[in-house]
């Protein structure tokens, strides 16, 4: 037993959930800094740019994609950096591309030729210079969205690496769902806070001041984090209970990563359950990030409310609340095996099968939203609490099916995959409402914008039911992966 780890009285430490807490805490700035846009555009920027829906489907469309592509080399970069100096390389990258959107006004004005922002709004809205400053400060926007995609790519990787090095099998995906509730966290805090700033200091003052957190949680994990087996804080009690697993037996046993066989980025696209994961990313990802990234918009549009007045905060904040149900949908496997003894596989297919129903009450938003507004922030909500329970899960399926050594990579695979289902959607969504306003487009009853909206409840509602079936259908049972 190294002094590290010495134990006098044999009560076991708890230094893992400090180490949960910081994977929340920079999972909550995560979607801080990806909210800031969401919840300024419709109200600050739109005006300023003379956008219209398809300006912004297109941002968030390639920000996606180009997530999506980085998540492909994010979870390799991690592996290869290491958890500690990989995770402050993303969220100091991240932090720079959330600052950087302050800059996009300024680079259109020098672009255009106009001396500043009340100069922009006052051109003649369809005008030539209109379509001009639209454009330019669009590819401005895309240009700080891929620097903040390039960092943000790396926090799921280095999140679920550093849950896989601190908490066994059995407590993942509730360890996982604490940290992922960041984002619910995150989405909560942003309408009370960036509809002000914007409102009180300027919109581009909304995204130094956001941004500026992520730096601020880099000094804290420089003093933080080691691995397990070398930080002084966990004693050998925490040290045996985070290392269970490797009593399973040999078929199974997760070593020490540094013993373990490495594996090619290339080789893990021949495991089924590679593709089982990014299937599970692909039909789901763009489902949670078409609420965080519409919604606002949405309340504008159908209802006329804006995110500064007091009754769009309050809508905001409740969808983002009853997405904090989300935390007990990580104890739901562990309460299955429990009770059947399944291995942690079966169960957590059982309980996502069940979350994958709950987003079918999203197909009620648009009849109900005849009657008030918090009838489709309701279900909604309980559609991105399906949506969180289901990515936790989702994403310890990795640590159940593959060694250590090749959780971030494939963490990777899967985040592309997502990445590219939600550019799909945004850049579809994007171009539907445009559509579906100038043509004023009629369905079940909607016309116009309204209908759009329908249109997109109606994927987003059955995504989680596909993508469960087509997971299942590629890894029926529990299978994990032995490197030789």
């Known amino acids: ?22 994977l929340f805490f920079a999972t909550t700035v995560n979607y801080l800094d990806r909210q800031v846009l969401s919840l300024t555009w419709d109200e600050f920027i739109k005006p ?45 990258v991240w932090s720079a591309g959330a600052c950087a959107h302050a800059l996009c006004g300024i680079g259109t004005e020098m672009w255009v030729g106009l001396e500043n922002a009340a100069a922009l709004r006052a051109v003649e809205a369809g005008s030539d210079m209109a379509v001009l400053i639209a454009t330019v400060s669009m590819y401005f926007f895309i240009a700080a969205r891929c620097v903040l995609a390039l960092g943000e790519a790396g926090n799921f990787p280095a999140a679920i690496k550093v849950t896989a090095e601190y908490f066994p099998k059995k407590d993942r ?51 933080m984090y080691k691995r397990p087996a070398e930080h002084p804080a966990v004693n050998s009690e925490e040290l045996a209970y985070i290392e269970q697993d490797a009593h399973e037996g040999a078929a199974v046993k997760d070593q020490k990563q540094e013993d373990e066989p490495k594996i090619s980025l290339w080789k893990t696209f021949s495991f089924k359950q590679t593709w089982a994961f990014a299937v599970g990313k692909f039909m789901t990802d763009g489902v949670w990030w078409f609420f965080l990234f519409w919604t606002p918009s949405y309340l504008n549009a159908q209802f006329g409310i804006k995110t500064t007045e007091g009754l769009g905060v309050a809508l905001i904040f409740t969808l983002y609340a009853i997405t904090m149900l989300s935390i007990y949908g990580g104890k739901l496997p562990t309460i299955i095996i429990n009770k059947t003894n399944l291995d942690p596989y079966a169960a957590r297919m059982r309980a996502m099968l069940i979350f994958a129903f709950i987003p079918l009450l999203v197909l009620l938003a648009q009849p109900l939203g005849q009657y008030s507004p918090w009838f489709p922030i309701i279900v909604i909500g309980l559609g991105c609490a399906a949506h969180q329970s289901w990515s936790a899960n989702l994403f310890s399926t990795i640590g159940d099916m593959f060694p250590k050594a090749a959780i971030a990579t494939v963490t990777g695979i899967g985040g592309m995959a997502g990445g590219v289902g939600s550019m799909f959607l945004q850049k579809f969504a994007g171009w539907l409402f445009d559509y579906s306003d100038q043509t004023q487009m009629s369905f079940f009853g909607f016309e116009g914008k309204p209908a759009g909206y329908f249109v997109m409840f109606c994927i987003c509602a059955v995504a989680y039911l596909v993508g469960w079936v087509i997971m299942k259908a590629l890894v029926p049972k529990y299978k994990p992966i032995v490197l030789k």
Request: hydrophobic fraction near 55%; include cysteine.
């Open 173 to 223: 995906a509730y360890a996982t769902s604490i940290f992922n509730a960041g984002a619910s966290i995150g989405a909560l805090f942003a309408p009370l806070t960036i509809p002000f700033l914007a409102k009180a200091y300027g919109w581009e003052m909304a995204f130094v001041i956001i941004g500026l957190l992520g730096f601020i949680w880099m000094g804290f994990w420089v003093f």
């Open 48 to 92: 300023e740019f003379h956008w219209g829906d398809n300006n912004y489907g297109n941002i968030t469309a390639i920000f996606s994609i180009v997530y999506a592509v980085c998540m492909l080399f994010a979870g390799r970069f991690i592996d290869w950096m290491g958890t500690k100096k990989g995770y402050l390389w993303a969220i100091g």
């Open 1 to 22: 037993m190294s002094d590290n780890h010495s134990s006098n009285t044999g009560k076991m430490t708890n230094y893992r959930w400090v180490i949960c807490a910081m």
